[in-house]
């Protein structure tokens, strides 16, 4: 059981890692990939409106995913003490 429990901690946390160097370095890329493409952003307000939305889309998707692999971390730990108890 303990190592059961150990390696779904392990597992968890090296996708948390993985994903969020994946949305740190998918900012990144937007942010730049925006600046490089100023020129045909004329307007100010359009500019901080789509660094806006891709930074609360990636906090979006960063909370679902970290949603998701809390309750699929739940319930193995859930399905294996049922499992253990009976």
């Not at 998707?61 to 809390?70: H, P, Q, V, W």
Request: some cysteine; aromatic content about 24%; charged content about 5%.
């Amino acid at each position: 059981l303990v190592f059961y429990v150990h390696s779904q901690k392990e597992t968890f946390t090296i996708l948390h890692h993985s994903f969020t160097n994946f949305f740190h370095f998918s900012i990144i890329f937007f942010i730049i990939i925006i600046i490089k493409h100023y020129h045909l952003i004329q307007d100010f307000y359009s500019f901080f409106c789509s660094i806006s939305s891709i930074c609360y889309s990636s906090i979006t998707l960063y909370t679902f995913l970290i949603m998701t692999l809390c309750s699929y971390n739940k319930y193995s730990y859930s399905a294996h003490t049922e499992q253990f108890v009976s």
